[in-house]
T-cell receptor, first 114, second 116 residues
Framework: DTEVTQTPKHLVMGMTNKKSLKCEQH?????MYWYKQKAKKPPELMFVYSYEKLSINESVPSRFSPECPNSSLLNLHLHALQPEDSALYLC?????????????FGPGTRLTVT | DQQVKQNSPSLSVQEGRISILNCDYTNSMFDYFLWYKKYPAEGPTFLISISSIKDKNEDGRFTVFLNKSAKHLSLHIVPSQPGDSAVYFCAASSGTLNQGAQKLVFGQGTRLTINP
Protein backbone atom coordinates (compact mmCIF):
# COMPACT_ATOMS: atom_id res chain seq x y z
CA ASP A 1 0.00 0.00 0.00
CA THR A 2 1.55 3.29 -1.14
CA GLU A 3 -1.37 5.56 -0.40
CA VAL A 4 -1.30 9.07 0.95
CA THR A 5 -4.75 10.55 1.46
CA GLN A 6 -5.63 14.24 1.58
CA THR A 7 -8.82 16.03 2.55
CA PRO A 8 -10.60 18.00 1.32
CA LYS A 9 -10.12 17.55 -2.45
CA HIS A 10 -11.28 21.10 -3.12
CA LEU A 11 -11.48 24.13 -0.83
CA VAL A 12 -12.72 27.64 -1.49
CA MET A 13 -12.04 30.16 1.24
CA GLY A 14 -12.21 33.88 1.75
CA MET A 15 -9.26 35.94 2.84
CA THR A 16 -10.54 36.19 6.42
CA ASN A 17 -11.33 32.49 6.86
CA LYS A 18 -9.43 29.89 8.86
CA LYS A 19 -9.30 26.40 7.40
CA SER A 20 -7.14 23.28 7.64
CA LEU A 21 -5.84 20.75 5.14
CA LYS A 22 -5.32 17.17 6.31
CA CYS A 23 -2.96 14.45 5.17
CA GLU A 24 -2.70 10.84 6.33
CA GLN A 25 -0.44 7.89 5.54
CA HIS A 26 -0.24 4.40 7.01
CA UNK A 27 2.97 3.21 5.38
CA UNK A 28 5.04 3.66 8.52
CA UNK A 29 6.88 6.56 6.90
CA UNK A 30 8.66 8.89 9.32
CA UNK A 31 9.06 11.92 7.04
CA MET A 32 6.15 14.00 5.78
CA TYR A 33 6.11 17.00 3.47
CA TRP A 34 3.92 19.85 2.28
CA TYR A 35 4.35 21.16 -1.27
CA LYS A 36 2.61 23.91 -3.22
CA GLN A 37 2.12 23.57 -6.96
CA LYS A 38 0.97 26.29 -9.30
CA ALA A 39 -0.27 25.54 -12.82
CA LYS A 40 2.43 24.44 -15.27
CA LYS A 41 5.10 24.62 -12.52
CA PRO A 42 6.91 21.92 -10.53
CA PRO A 43 6.01 21.20 -6.90
CA GLU A 44 7.62 23.67 -4.52
CA LEU A 45 8.64 22.44 -1.06
CA MET A 46 7.06 24.26 1.89
CA PHE A 47 7.69 22.16 5.02
CA VAL A 48 9.39 18.92 6.03
CA TYR A 49 8.60 16.95 9.18
CA SER A 50 10.91 14.20 10.31
CA TYR A 51 9.91 11.97 13.23
CA GLU A 52 7.10 14.47 13.99
CA LYS A 53 9.49 17.38 14.34
CA LEU A 54 9.65 20.30 11.91
CA SER A 55 12.87 19.84 9.98
CA ILE A 56 12.59 22.42 7.21
CA ASN A 57 10.51 25.57 6.73
CA GLU A 58 11.28 27.02 3.31
CA SER A 59 10.63 30.60 4.42
CA VAL A 60 6.89 30.09 4.14
CA PRO A 61 4.70 33.03 5.31
CA SER A 62 3.22 32.59 8.79
CA ARG A 63 -0.31 32.50 7.38
CA PHE A 64 0.56 28.83 6.69
CA SER A 65 1.02 26.84 9.90
CA PRO A 66 1.94 23.13 9.76
CA GLU A 67 1.24 20.60 12.48
CA CYS A 68 2.21 16.95 12.87
CA PRO A 69 0.02 15.45 15.64
CA ASN A 70 1.47 11.94 15.18
CA SER A 71 3.55 9.91 12.76
CA SER A 72 0.58 9.25 10.43
CA LEU A 73 -1.00 12.68 10.28
CA LEU A 74 0.02 16.05 8.90
CA ASN A 75 -2.09 19.20 8.94
CA LEU A 76 -1.70 22.57 7.29
CA HIS A 77 -3.59 25.38 9.01
CA LEU A 78 -4.52 28.33 6.82
CA HIS A 79 -5.39 31.83 7.99
CA ALA A 80 -5.70 35.18 6.24
CA LEU A 81 -4.58 33.83 2.89
CA GLN A 82 -4.16 35.90 -0.25
CA PRO A 83 -5.57 35.16 -3.72
CA GLU A 84 -2.05 34.34 -4.92
CA ASP A 85 -2.02 31.44 -2.46
CA SER A 86 -4.52 29.64 -4.70
CA ALA A 87 -2.78 26.45 -5.83
CA LEU A 88 -2.70 22.67 -5.55
CA TYR A 89 -1.35 21.70 -2.11
CA LEU A 90 0.36 18.34 -2.07
CA CYS A 91 1.33 16.17 0.85
CA UNK A 92 4.02 13.50 0.55
CA UNK A 93 5.66 10.95 2.82
CA UNK A 94 8.82 8.90 2.74
CA UNK A 95 11.32 6.84 4.62
CA UNK A 96 11.07 3.67 6.50
CA UNK A 97 14.31 2.58 8.10
CA UNK A 98 16.72 1.69 5.31
CA UNK A 99 14.17 1.91 2.48
CA UNK A 100 11.52 4.03 0.77
CA UNK A 101 13.63 7.10 0.23
CA UNK A 102 11.30 8.02 -2.61
CA UNK A 103 8.47 10.35 -1.70
CA UNK A 104 4.90 9.23 -2.27
CA PHE A 105 2.40 11.98 -2.97
CA GLY A 106 -1.25 12.36 -2.15
CA PRO A 107 -3.80 13.56 -4.73
CA GLY A 108 -3.66 17.12 -3.44
CA THR A 109 -6.12 19.75 -2.26
CA ARG A 110 -7.11 22.34 -4.86
CA LEU A 111 -7.33 25.60 -2.89
CA THR A 112 -9.01 28.74 -4.21
CA VAL A 113 -8.77 31.95 -2.18
CA THR A 114 -11.41 34.54 -3.05
CA ASP B 1 19.25 29.24 -10.26
CA GLN B 2 17.63 26.14 -11.69
CA GLN B 3 19.60 23.14 -10.44
CA VAL B 4 17.48 20.57 -12.30
CA LYS B 5 16.49 21.29 -15.87
CA GLN B 6 14.18 19.60 -18.31
CA ASN B 7 14.80 21.51 -21.50
CA SER B 8 11.96 20.00 -23.53
CA PRO B 9 8.59 21.34 -22.38
CA SER B 10 6.81 18.80 -24.59
CA LEU B 11 7.40 15.58 -26.52
CA SER B 12 5.15 13.71 -28.93
CA VAL B 13 5.73 10.00 -29.66
CA GLN B 14 3.92 7.37 -31.69
CA GLU B 15 2.31 4.54 -29.74
CA GLY B 16 4.61 1.51 -29.57
CA ARG B 17 7.78 3.55 -30.10
CA ILE B 18 10.35 4.55 -27.49
CA SER B 19 9.89 7.75 -25.47
CA ILE B 20 13.07 9.37 -24.18
CA LEU B 21 12.79 12.15 -21.61
CA ASN B 22 15.90 14.05 -20.62
CA CYS B 23 17.03 15.86 -17.50
CA ASP B 24 20.21 17.80 -16.69
CA TYR B 25 21.47 18.92 -13.31
CA THR B 26 24.14 21.30 -12.12
CA ASN B 27 24.69 20.36 -8.48
CA SER B 28 27.38 17.68 -8.23
CA MET B 29 26.22 16.91 -4.68
CA PHE B 30 23.01 15.33 -5.96
CA ASP B 31 23.21 11.58 -5.35
CA TYR B 32 19.66 10.32 -5.78
CA PHE B 33 17.37 10.92 -8.74
CA LEU B 34 13.71 10.17 -9.28
CA TRP B 35 11.12 10.37 -12.04
CA TYR B 36 7.49 11.20 -11.35
CA LYS B 37 4.48 11.14 -13.65
CA LYS B 38 1.63 13.57 -13.14
CA TYR B 39 -1.88 13.72 -14.54
CA PRO B 40 -3.83 17.00 -14.31
CA ALA B 41 -5.35 17.74 -10.88
CA GLU B 42 -3.60 14.71 -9.32
CA GLY B 43 -0.51 14.28 -7.20
CA PRO B 44 2.75 13.10 -8.82
CA THR B 45 3.13 9.32 -9.02
CA PHE B 46 6.56 7.86 -8.32
CA LEU B 47 7.89 5.91 -11.32
CA ILE B 48 11.51 4.96 -10.85
CA SER B 49 14.65 6.12 -9.06
CA ILE B 50 18.39 5.71 -9.34
CA SER B 51 21.23 6.16 -6.92
CA SER B 52 24.45 7.82 -8.06
CA ILE B 53 26.36 4.57 -7.50
CA LYS B 54 24.49 3.06 -10.47
CA ASP B 55 24.25 4.06 -14.12
CA LYS B 56 21.08 2.20 -15.00
CA ASN B 57 17.90 1.05 -13.30
CA GLU B 58 15.11 -0.84 -15.00
CA ASP B 59 11.52 -1.50 -13.97
CA GLY B 60 9.28 -3.04 -16.59
CA ARG B 61 8.84 -0.62 -19.48
CA PHE B 62 10.77 2.12 -17.66
CA THR B 63 14.55 2.47 -17.61
CA VAL B 64 16.50 5.35 -16.14
CA PHE B 65 20.07 6.03 -17.24
CA LEU B 66 22.49 8.23 -15.29
CA ASN B 67 25.61 9.81 -16.77
CA LYS B 68 27.36 11.43 -13.82
CA SER B 69 30.20 12.96 -15.82
CA ALA B 70 27.69 14.74 -18.05
CA LYS B 71 25.30 15.43 -15.14
CA HIS B 72 22.54 14.01 -17.26
CA LEU B 73 19.81 11.46 -16.78
CA SER B 74 17.16 10.10 -19.07
CA LEU B 75 13.99 8.08 -18.77
CA HIS B 76 13.21 5.57 -21.50
CA ILE B 77 9.70 4.21 -21.89
CA VAL B 78 9.31 1.31 -24.28
CA PRO B 79 6.92 0.53 -25.77
CA SER B 80 5.02 3.80 -25.27
CA GLN B 81 1.31 3.47 -24.57
CA PRO B 82 -1.53 6.07 -24.70
CA GLY B 83 -1.84 5.89 -20.90
CA ASP B 84 1.72 7.21 -20.64
CA SER B 85 0.51 10.64 -21.80
CA ALA B 86 1.19 12.89 -18.80
CA VAL B 87 3.68 15.43 -17.45
CA TYR B 88 6.95 13.85 -16.32
CA PHE B 89 9.06 15.48 -13.62
CA CYS B 90 12.67 14.70 -12.90
CA ALA B 91 13.76 15.28 -9.27
CA ALA B 92 17.09 15.16 -7.46
CA SER B 93 18.28 14.98 -3.87
CA SER B 94 21.64 15.53 -2.19
CA GLY B 95 21.55 12.99 0.59
CA THR B 96 19.13 12.65 3.45
CA LEU B 97 18.37 15.33 5.96
CA ASN B 98 18.38 14.44 9.60
CA GLN B 99 16.33 11.35 10.37
CA GLY B 100 15.89 10.19 6.77
CA ALA B 101 13.88 12.99 5.15
CA GLN B 102 14.98 14.20 1.73
CA LYS B 103 14.74 17.60 0.09
CA LEU B 104 13.81 17.09 -3.56
CA VAL B 105 14.53 19.62 -6.28
CA PHE B 106 12.20 19.23 -9.26
CA GLY B 107 12.69 20.06 -12.92
CA GLN B 108 10.06 22.05 -14.81
CA GLY B 109 8.48 18.96 -16.34
CA THR B 110 8.00 17.57 -19.84
CA ARG B 111 4.54 16.95 -21.26
CA LEU B 112 4.57 13.61 -23.07
CA THR B 113 1.84 12.88 -25.61
CA ILE B 114 1.52 9.39 -27.06
CA ASN B 115 -0.26 9.39 -30.39
CA PRO B 116 -2.27 6.31 -31.46
Amino acid sequence: DTEVTQTPKHLVMGMTNKKSLKCEQHMGHRAMYWYKQKAKKPPELMFVYSYEKLSINESVPSRFSPECPNSSLLNLHLHALQPEDSALYLCASSFRQGRDYEQYFGPGTRLTVT
Amino acid sequence: DQQVKQNSPSLSVQEGRISILNCDYTNSMFDYFLWYKKYPAEGPTFLISISSIKDKNEDGRFTVFLNKSAKHLSLHIVPSQPGDSAVYFCAASSGTLNQGAQKLVFGQGTRLTINP
